[in-house]
């Protein structure tokens, strides 16, 4: 993959990138809190093969295939989302459907008309309403079956003031009266997380953060080779 474009940073280029499962196996264990404790090697496990998801791993090229990214669960409003692959959950049997859908984008710039957190929300919203009535998702009031969404944004190109930001946001619960406590698998369903690549990092070190790692496939002036030796550090 990185022959075909070691300098030129296009969008396919990109989710071509993205779809890795080491690279997107390192996103989750990083970025999921459900996945913080498990080892790196076991991750790809949990990215489900069901065909109810329409998701296939490729095991030749270990590219993931994820579930069908039209969105077209509102009328004239139809999105076409990067990357969505379903996740089985930690501690769940093998058989287990998907536990949690996990959609990345690759944006190219923050320079947009509009908050891209805006956006970001958004997307989580209609990832979570588009769930009724799919095959892998719940029907009729059985909304105990919702399954949560993480929205994960990849901005290539940021202001100064934002670069080597990564910043998440979910629901939380605040007792305004008295104190009562639900669980919170009820409303922790939606994350975002924003992550804003730095130019420039410390080549000299052997191990490296996944904002780093961004940095080297997306960001770093490199030929094809010096890139693969650099990752060569990390991916092993």
Same mark, same amino acid.
């Given at each position: 993959?990185?022959?075909?474009?070691?300098?030129?940073?296009?969008?396919?280029?990109?989710?071509?990138?993205?779809?890795?499962?080491?690279?997107?196996?390192?996103?989750?264990?990083?970025?999921?809190?459900?996945?913080?404790?498990?080892?790196?090697?076991?991750?790809?496990?949990?990215?489900?093969?069901?065909?109810?998801?329409?998701?296939?791993?490729?095991?030749?090229?270990?590219?993931?295939?994820?579930?069908?990214?039209?969105?077209?669960?509102?009328?004239?409003?139809?999105?076409?989302?990067?990357?969505?692959?379903?996740?089985?959950?930690?501690?769940?049997?093998?058989?287990?459907?998907?536990?949690?859908?996990?959609?990345?984008?690759?944006?190219?710039?923050?320079?947009?008309?509009?908050?891209?957190?805006?956006?970001?929300?958004?997307?989580?919203?209609?990832?979570?309403?588009?769930?009724?009535?799919?095959?892998?998702?719940?029907?009729?009031?059985?909304?105990?079956?919702?399954?949560?969404?993480?929205?994960?944004?990849?901005?290539?190109?940021?202001?100064?003031?934002?670069?080597?930001? !990564? #910043?998440?946001?979910?629901? @939380?619960?605040?007792? &305004?009266?008295?104190?009562?406590?639900?669980? /919170?698998? +009820?409303?922790?369903?939606?994350?975002?997380?924003?992550?804003?690549?730095?130019?420039?990092?410390? !080549? #000299?070190?052997?191990?490296? @953060?996944?904002?780093? &790692?961004?940095?080297?496939?997306?960001?770093? /002036?490199? +030929?094809?080779?010096?890139?693969?030796?650099?990752?060569?550090?990390?991916?092993?």
């Amino acid at each position: 993959m990185l022959d075909r474009n070691p300098h030129n940073v296009t969008y396919d280029y990109c989710k071509r990138i993205l779809c890795n499962k080491q690279i997107l196996s390192r996103i989750i264990k990083e970025c999921v809190s459900e996945f913080h404790d498990i080892p790196l090697a076991e991750i790809p496990n949990y990215i489900e093969s069901d065909p109810t998801t329409n998701m296939n791993i490729d095991k030749a090229t270990e590219k993931i295939y994820g579930m069908n990214p039209e969105d077209t669960s509102v009328f004239g409003a139809k999105i076409i989302f990067d990357i969505i692959v379903g996740i089985r959950l930690p501690d769940t049997p093998e058989k287990e459907n998907i536990g949690l859908v996990l959609n990345i984008e690759a944006q190219a710039s923050s320079n947009t008309p509009y908050p891209l957190l805006n956006r970001a929300i958004y997307y989580c919203s209609r990832l979570l309403a588009s769930q009724k009535n799919r095959p892998d998702g719940f029907r009729h009031s059985d909304f105990q079956n919702l399954k949560k969404v993480y929205s994960i944004w990849i901005v290539m190109n940021s202001k100064k003031a934002t670069e080597g930001v !990564m #910043n998440q946001y979910s629901i @939380s619960e605040t007792c &305004l009266k008295r104190v009562c406590h639900f669980p /919170k698998e +009820t409303y922790d369903k939606l994350n975002i997380i924003m992550i804003y690549p730095n130019s420039k990092y410390n !080549m #000299n070190d052997d191990n490296y @953060s996944l904002m780093e &790692l961004l940095h080297i496939l997306f960001k770093a /002036k490199m +030929t094809a080779q010096e890139k693969k030796c650099q990752l060569e550090k990390t991916m092993v």
